[in-house]
């Protein structure tokens, strides 16, 4: 089956520590998304990338790091440098980007982040 | 600025009455609106969207929702509240401008009680 798979499920990052985490979509979409879910604050965007080697910074992301080296695969890393990133992390993907995408997102599971 | 609102933190209903999670959104242009729901530490699952068209779409497990542009409002409903619907519900607007990002609503938490 079709899907977007997040991993770990759970992660513990220690002060200092950079982490990543991973998503990977076999869908065949262009665009993917990375989301920040804080209780009662509804979605933030972190980054998102519209195609291979390309992404922009959403609304959120200082702290934050992401590569799109491959259409299946868009990693974030929580760098030392985020203060507060205990949080529900969430991946997601549309077949592509632009004005006429009228295409619901697709979500993976999330990982769920904590500090030690 | 763009914004959705979810005024409604949470909703309780009985099993087997007529569920309504509200809606309202302020965008410019004509926006793409999308309804999500999350069950605990899982990611969303899409409901249904509006794009044009019919005022009242239909998308999974029963669930409709209804357009209303005159008061920028689109309303999940169900006739008959189960108690597996309980979880929490998002809803979505694409704004159809540049940067074609999807704003987000809080969430409502909704509750069937048995």
């Known amino acids: 089956d079709g899907g977007i798979t997040q991993s770990p499920k759970y992660l513990f990052r220690k002060e200092g520590q950079n982490v990543t985490l991973s998503c990977e979509q076999n869908l065949n979409h262009d665009a993917m998304y990375w989301y920040r879910q804080d209780p009662g604050q509804g979605l933030r965007l972190i980054y998102y990338s519209q195609i291979v080697n390309d992404f922009q910074k959403g609304d959120i992301a200082e702290g934050y790091s992401v590569s799109r080296e491959k259409k299946e695969s868009f990693p974030l890393t929580v760098t030392s440098a985020q203060k507060n990133p205990t949080a529900f992390y969430l991946c997601?993907?549309?077949?592509?980007?632009?004005?006429?995408?009228?295409?619901?997102?697709?979500f993976g599971d999330g990982t769920r982040l904590s500090i030690l | 600025a763009q914004s959705v609102a979810q005024p409604e933190d949470q909703v309780n209903v009985a099993e087997g009455n007529p569920l309504t999670v509200k809606c309202t959104y302020s965008?410019?242009?004509?926006?793409?609106l999308f309804w999500y729901v999350q069950y605990p530490n899982r990611g969303l699952q899409f409901l249904l969207k509006?794009?044009?068209?019919d005022n009242l779409v239909k998308g999974s497990y029963g669930f409709e929702a209804e357009f209303n542009k005159s008061q920028t409002s689109f309303h999940l409903k169900k006739p008959s509240a189960l108690v597996s619907d309980s979880a929490l519900y998002f809803c979505a607007v694409r704004v159809l401008d540049s940067n074609y990002q999807l704003i987000w609503g809080a969430g409502t938490k909704l509750i069937i009680k048995p």
């Open positions: 509006y794009i044009t068209g």
């Open positions: 965008v410019s242009g004509n926006p793409y």
């Open positions: 997601a993907s549309t077949y592509r980007w632009g004005q006429d995408n009228n295409q619901p997102q697709h």
